[in-house]
């Protein structure tokens, strides 16, 4: 499964590359949720697309970006002032009589001063890095669809609940971040051939065995090791990949738009490092054909997710 991608996350680059409208209410939204629903997941970079604001809506985006910041400063300040007395109330207790107690309180302390001041200097941090795009299951991104004939992006959480489905869902089915190809007419009946859509990535992660990716067996007694390979197409590309998406409706809970990325039978240089699925880039050609798809020609959609982009993917061991 794709359980990570890096995506491309400045909505402007949706709007120069296919024309494609902007929905700021959405954005608005999320970021709105944000504020007081610690399971709404942004990357650090959707933030910066929107360091430059050019009307009211995206005005409205900053200001709850920044009061996000604040808030977030302000407690891990905070949970830093708390570690800190605690790291020195261990140490002068291990001066005057050491305990194993006292040393583990030494240990948490120290590891949780160098937590927060870590998320302190990326709160703080202005320049990108590769990690600022990267989405988890639960995290949100943009994904392009159509909607009354007009091209729009929306940001959506990487991991679909299906319309009419309870929130449940989401604990009882959690590896709804991916739709395999094969099940496209099972699970996902309800979504394939009516929602399609299209997030950009230029890389993706996979878990996977480390003997596997050092090409040997497992020695006697060896214990499996999981390691985290990043993909990376070659050439180098922005690839559009092939999603399915839904809008779930339920009382007393906000409105959740969530996507799926659609994966399938690896090409063999991904097969050889170690995994056994990969997401399938769309051809540009095949963009409007998928984005409004008709569910009475399904062999035709399954006929553009064949008719994909196929890439050479260089793997690496993920930082």
């Known amino acids: 499964m794709c359980y990570s991608a890096q995506i491309i996350h400045d909505y402007r680059r949706y709007v120069r590359t296919f024309g494609a409208d902007i929905d700021l209410r959405e954005f608005v939204d999320l970021f709105w949720r944000r504020r007081t629903d610690p399971k709404v997941k942004v990357p650090k970079a959707m933030e910066l697309a ?20 604040a808030d977030q400063t302000v407690r891990w300040e905070q949970d830093l002032f708390k570690q800190r007395k605690r790291k020195a109330d261990a140490e002068r207790a291990l001066q005057s009589k050491p305990t194993k107690a006292a040393a583990e309180s030494l240990r948490i302390a ?7 001041m870590g998320k302190l200097a ?5 320049e990108l890095i590769d990690d600022d795009c990267r989405i988890y299951p639960g995290y949100y991104a943009p994904v392009l669809v159509v909607e009354n004939g007009r091209r729009v992006v929306k940001p959506m959480r990487y991991q679909c609940r299906p319309a009419g489905k309870p929130a449940f869902y989401d604990t009882k089915y959690p590896g709804t971040y991916n739709a ?18 299209i997030t950009v990535v230029n890389a993706f992660y996979e878990n996977v065995n480390l003997h596997r990716v050092q090409g040997r067996e497992l020695a006697e007694g060896e214990e499996v090791q999981n390691a985290v390979l990043e993909f990376r197409p070659r050439p180098t590309q ?19 738009l969530s996507f799926a ?7 063999p240089e991904v097969s050889a490092a170690g995994h056994d ?23 035709d959609l399954y006929a553009i997710l064949d008719d ?11 930082a």
């Open 261 to 267: 990325a659609i994966t399938d039978e690896p090409p």
């Open 50 to 69: 929107f360091s430059d604001p050019q009307n009211e809506e995206q005005r409205m985006i900053r200001m709850l970006i920044e009061e996000h910041a």
């Open 180 to 197: 395999r190809r094969d099940n496209l007419q099972g699970f996902w009946k309800g979504i394939f051939g009516y929602s399609h859509g």
């Open 110 to 116: 120290i590891n949780k001063i160098e937590a927060a």
């Open 238 to 256: 922005d690839m559009l990949v092939a999603c399915l998406w839904s809008r779930s409706i339920l009382p007393g809970e906000p409105e959740l």
């Open 308 to 318: 994909r982009e196929r890439p050479y993917y260089e793997h690496r061991l993920a």
């Open 277 to 299: 699925r990969c997401i399938i880039p769309l051809r540009p050609e095949n963009i409007d054909a998928w984005l409004n798809p008709d569910p009475r020609r399904l062999g």
């Open 122 to 126: 990326d709160m703080r941090r202005t």
